[in-house]
């Protein structure tokens, strides 16, 4: 059976609370009763003292039997049956037959207060006979009987009574606050934890800009409201990511598909003749299709780290140099300069995959340079890295794009130029081999001024 956070929560706070304040309690029960009967102990001792001091001062050549009485009563108060005998052995006052009742009758409701508070209480009966002397000389003797190890009194027990019971009032009083502040904890706890499965579900139904905003003083509760948040953004980018996606394959395969579909339909129709020209344009909106297939199937791929990555030592020095030559047409146009400090003259790799890389990476700077521009190939060793840098002159790329720039089909040119765009995934395929050689790319660039890409592969 299932139970809700703010439910168990409360119940396992109750039961510490009930269990923490339960022994508190007891155990403070059990030291209040220890101390108050040694305190008791102490008294009845001093009582004692006190009966037979009071008594002693009330023989003057004969005994005030008065005061006698008022001793005797006030004994009986405290516990205590007092029978006082002279030197001939006469009784010469005894407050059970002053009473006319016997010594346990008078003390029986002590017996029974202690039986009624102490179930283990063994007390016993016992008489003493203390000597009474008078200008140090004997005049009686005191006969005091008393329970021992201990008793209450009356006025003991009612303290002791009270005292309990202010312990057990405040056991509830304590319990009580527990609880209610248990809920006030378990409700602080479960809210935002609701609050954010609220926020899941409205993501998971699609509400994307759905948001968690709860105010909270636990740092795990505000860690889970950021990354509740932070899941949703991401997921927002992502879907903007994918529509964008969907719509720049449907813009890249539309207009060659329908290109090619339009002459194909005129040259069937006999609107057009199948000449050299129109069939060499026909090819190549094919080969641009297939270009971009091929793209997209490399790119899932790498992504997919199915394409399979062969790690082998080449020349570096002969890779950057093969790869200028094959752009000396395009450089020429532009009267660019390709300066290159390779410092480096082999490094391990899949030696395919990564002049791939920098063939992309080449062929982006050479579009974007401006004419009579200057780009810089830089190799280095850093530690235990290779670094690659590749500067050019160029437009630059707004801040605003640099983010996204990876992204697949992502173009700073929105316009989608054929003349300077590609396929938008170049960029994309050089960022997963990159990251499946264990490296890392990252692009620094100033709009107006240029850009730099900068590769790190471990050696």
Known sequence: MRHKLRTRLSITHGVIALATISIIVLLSSMWVDRQFIDFVKDNNERRIESIVHDISHQ???????????????????????????????????????VSK?????LLAPINRNMREHYGNWTGELVTKKITISHEYKKVGELEISYYEPFYFTERDSRFIYSLHDVLNITEVISLAGALILGLIIARQISMPL?????????????????RAYIKSDMAEIKDLTDSVNLLAETLQEHEGIRKRIVADVSHELRTPL???????????????????????????????VNRLVGDL???????????????????????????????????HKKNLSITVHNNIEEISGDEDKLSQVIVNILSNSIKYSKKSGVITI???EQENNVVIKIRDQGIGIP???????????????????KATGGSGIGLTIAKEI????GGTISINSKFGVGTETSIILPK
Do not use: C, M
């Not at 002279?86 to 407050?95: A, C, L, R, S």
């Not at 926020?199 to 509400?207: D, M, Q």
């Not at 199937?297 to 570096?316: D, G, P, Q, V, W």
């Not at 801040?399 to 130029?417: H, N, Q």
């Open 378 to 380: 830089e190799t280095a």
């Open 399 to 417: 801040p605003e794009d640099l983010p996204y720039i990876f992204e697949r089909f992502y173009r700073v040119d929105k316009s989608r130029d």
């Open 59 to 97: 023989y003057h050549k004969e005994w005030d039997k008065e005061k006698l009485e008022e001793t005797g009563q006030r004994a009986l108060k405290d516990g205590l049956v007092i029978a006082i005998i002279d030197t001939n052995g006469k009784v010469i006052y005894d407050v059970g037959k």
């Open 101 to 105: 009742k016997g010594t346990e009758e």
């Open 194 to 210: 609701t609050r954010a499965i609220q926020v899941t579900k409205e993501i998971a139904s699609g509400n994307l800009k759905e």
């Open 434 to 437: 990159i990251e499946a050689h």
């Open 297 to 331: 199937t490399k790119l899932a791929k790498y992504e997919s780290r199915s394409e399979k990555i062969t790690i082998s030592k080449f020349n570096f020095k002969n890779i950057i140099a093969s790869i200028v030559t094959t752009f000396e047409s395009e450089i």
């Open 258 to 288: 329908s290109a090619i579909q339009i002459n194909l339909e005129a040259l069937v129709d006999g609107v057009l003749q199948p000449t050299h020209a129109r069939l060499d344009g026909i090819y190549k909106e094919v080969l641009r």
